[in-house]
Structures are given as structure tokens and as C-alpha cells.
């Protein structure tokens, strides 16, 4: 297995405007939903939404691998986009279908009906559906079919689902079909999950508020927004947290981020953003004050964006480096815009960019109005 190959493989994508207008390509082949007869529950002993995830896996056998597919809104198959690196990926806009953890989330959305996998592979290993983990030297001996497999050395970049007697279906790479393929546990194979049987999300704090996932361990909050805070709670894992308001308060530095914003949870403790998912100031919050958060100077003007995971490129074409991605609709501040690379996204095809306060750049495609913004030309 090679570099190129692992690397075009952390397929728990960061979904995003990233998406290359290029010239017409093959779309999925006629038997994509057709299911493989090698595919299905192999071995006994699942619960009946872990079979119900294995059969929707198996129906998709053919579908194309696409980075990026399968994180739309609604779990599905949808359009990728180029990785920016892989060469295989260039035709990933035109391809339908999934990535690893877009065809996982999707398998367990059509066996609950819940989006209880929204997220990279890398957040699926550390979901707080798991009910069991299985460490890598384990094997295969303890796993069930509709277990999660992943791979990934320190940060987890491939998950497929386990069939039974030594088979899983998997979304591989760009330039390949879903697919069942023998169960890999050399390498950088990191152990399984087990999702929840009943399918039930754990369920969200109590007094309303917006839910919103946690990340990271052992994670505090205080009486304050600040750490010098007394500590109320302590979080061992992963979980949902529901936030009434944010504001700025106390400079936080942590896991390589850097944020001053804090939200206050339906306890009455504070947490600092940095371990929320989403943007850096979480989107639809109020703020604690009652007033918006000010956007930064440089003369910009505020805009709403949409879609989920959308990135920010250092110059005004989708093969540019990334500079950021909003998991979340948020707001942007725009500076100036310019007609540059077309971008075709979401059904949308689009040749305007927007510059950001932070010199980075964003299709004009997933910011709301019109494809001409209401903004001065760069």
C-alpha cells in the first residue's frame, strides 16, 4: 500500500467548496445500487440496526468513491471534489457517491433514521455512540457485522464496516467503487467500535439551548469564562453539550487552537469554544450580552454562508492551499470580490470569489444572496 494511496485515504473528508469544475466524466456505472452477493450480514450475533446499516452498505457495492460525498445535509450519496492532491481525485466533482465515513454515516442513518455519524473518520472512532471498543491487537475475534473498523496512527483517516467471517465493505479510494474486501488489522489499523444497538442518541442536555457535539478528554467547565474558573464539570470523552450564549472573554491556547470566545451551557458553566465543534464562534448563538459578536475591521461587510464543511483557499481557485473550513453555516466578512476560477457546487456554477479579513478566499457559491455579492471589486 503506498504513500499516495494512505494518504488520499483520510476519507473522513472536510467537506467543502472545493469543488473543480472540470470537463464531462463517466458517472456512476448502471449497477451501482445493485447489491453484491458477497455482501451482507456474514456471521451471527448483531443487533438488528447493525444489520439494517449492513444491508444499507451493501446496496451502494459499486457506487463510486467520491472525496468528500456523503456529507451533505441529508446522509446520501452527493458530489466530492478534488483533494488537491491525489490525481485520482480530479474528477471526484463529477463522481456521485462516498467517501469512508460518508457511506458509514449513511449505512446507520437508513438503519435509525438518526445522523448519528456526521463527521470525518477520525470523529467516528471517538463517537459518543461507541457502546464497546475493540483495541487493535483484538483482532476480529469480538467484532459483529455493522462494527466500524478504523486505521490511522495518532489521527484516524479510514473506516469501513465489518461483514463477518473476515470480509468488510469499505469506501477505498478515488477511482474506485464501493466495494467488500478482506479485513486489514496489520498496519496502522487502529481497532473498531460498536455503534449503539438501539440507535438512540444520547440525549441532550435539559433547558433547551442549541446542542452541539464536544471533542477531546478530560475537558472542564467552570463557574467563569475563564480557567481560572472553579471547575464544575469534567468531561471524560466526547459528548453533547447544549449552549444558550457566547461572548468573549478570557484568550484561550489549547490543542493547537487559539480562541477568546466561551459559551454558557444550560447549567450555567462556561466552556471554552475550543472544544465545541464548529467555527471559532458557533453559528445561530447569541451572544451573552444580547448583542452580535462585532465582525473584524478592514472595512469588510457581514455575510451569511451555508453548507456544511465549506473551506477557504489562499487565493481565489480550488486547487490553492486551504486556509480554513466552517463545519457550520457562520458568518464571513467580506472585503472585496473578484471574478476568477468557475467553481460548479451544489447544482450552482459560479466564476465570484469573495476576499475574507483574513486574505483567504471563498466561492461566492456558499455565501447567501446573489452570485454577485453586494460588495466592492478587489
Known amino acids: 500500500?503506498?504513500?499516495?494511496s494512505t494518504r488520499r485515504r483520510t476519507s473522513g473528508a472536510l467537506l467543502g467548496a472545493s469543488v473543480l469544475a472540470l470537463s464531462a466524466f463517466v458517472s456512476a456505472p448502471a449497477h451501482a445500487a445493485a447489491q453484491d452477493a458477497t455482501c451482507g450480514v456474514l456471521a451471527p450475533g448483531a443487533s438488528a440496526t447493525a444489520q439494517a446499516a449492513v444491508n444499507a452498505a451493501c446496496s451502494q457495492i459499486g457506487v463510486w468513491y467520491s472525496w468528500g460525498g456523503g456529507h451533505a445535509a441529508t446522509p446520501g450519496a452527493s458530489y466530492g471534489y478534488y483533494d488537491g492532491s491525489d490525481p485520482d481525485s480530479l474528477h471526484d466533482n463529477e463522481r456521485k457517491g462516498f467517501d469512508c465515513s460518508g457511506l458509514t454515516r449513511y449505512a446507520y442513518y437508513q438503519a435509525t433514521g438518526k445522523d448519528l455519524l456526521n463527521g470525518t473518520a477520525n470523529d467516528q472512532f471517538n463517537s459518543s455512540q461507541a457502546s464497546a471498543?475493540?483495541?487493535?491487537?483484538?483482532?476480529?475475534?469480538?467484532?459483529?457485522p455493522g462494527d466500524l473498523m478504523f486505521w490511522g496512527s495518532g489521527h484516524v483517516h479510514h473506516v469501513a464496516m465489518y461483514l463477518g467471517n473476515g470480509q468488510m465493505v469499505e469506501a477505498y479510494e478515488s477511482g474506485t467503487h464501493i466495494r467488500?474486501?478482506?479485513?486489514?488489522?496489520?498496519?496502522?489499523?487502529?481497532?473498531?467500535?460498536?455503534?449503539?444497538?438501539?440507535?438512540?442518541?444520547?440525549?441532550?442536555?435539559?433547558?433547551?439551548?442549541?446542542?452541539f457535539e464536544t471533542w477531546g478528554t478530560g475537558v472542564?467547565?467552570?463557574?467563569?469564562?475563564?480557567v481560572r474558573g472553579a471547575v464544575v464539570d469534567t468531561f471524560a470523552g466526547p459528548t453533547q453539550v447544549s449552549v444558550q450564549c457566547q461572548e468573549h472573554a478570557e484568550t484561550v491556547t489549547a490543542e493547537g487552537y487559539t480562541n477568546d470566545i466561551w459559551s454558557k451551557l444550560a447549567d450555567g458553566s462556561w466552556m471554552t469554544n475550543i472544544y465545541i465543534?464548529?467555527?471559532?464562534?458557533?453559528?445561530?448563538?447569541?451572544?451573552c450580552g444580547g448583542?452580535?459578536?462585532?465582525?473584524?475591521?478592514?472595512?469588510?461587510?457581514?455575510?451569511?454562508?451555508?453548507?456544511?464543511?465549506?473551506r477557504t483557499h489562499s487565493q481565489p481557485n480550488v486547487n490553492a492551499g486551504v486556509v480554513d473550513y466552517f463545519a457550520q453555516p457562520t458568518t464571513v466578512n467580506v472585503v472585496c470580490q473578484a471574478h476568477a476560477q468557475e467553481v460548479t457546487a451544489e447544482g450552482y456554477t459560479n466564476?465570484?470569489?469573495?476576499k475574507l479579513t483574513d486574505g483567504s478566499w471563498m466561492t461566492n457559491i456558499y455565501i447567501k444572496g446573489p452570485a454577485w455579492l453586494d460588495a466592492p471589486t478587489c
Do not use: C, E, H
Open 1 to 4: 500500500m503506498n504513500t499516495s
Open 133 to 144: 471498543r475493540f483495541s487493535a491487537g483484538q483482532g476480529t475475534a469480538p467484532l459483529l
Open 180 to 211: 467488500v474486501a478482506p479485513v486489514r488489522t496489520g498496519g496502522d489499523y487502529a481497532g473498531a467500535i460498536r455503534i449503539n444497538g438501539s440507535g438512540t442518541p444520547t440525549p441532550p442536555p435539559a433547558n433547551g439551548g442549541t446542542v
Open 220 to 226: 472542564r467547565t467552570r463557574d467563569i469564562p475563564s
Open 277 to 287: 465543534k464548529g467555527p471559532a464562534s458557533l453559528p445561530g448563538i447569541p451572544d
Open 291 to 310: 448583542s452580535s459578536t462585532p465582525p473584524p475591521s478592514g472595512g469588510s461587510k457581514a455575510f451569511q454562508t451555508w453548507g456544511t464543511g465549506v
Open 351 to 354: 466564476d465570484a470569489w469573495s
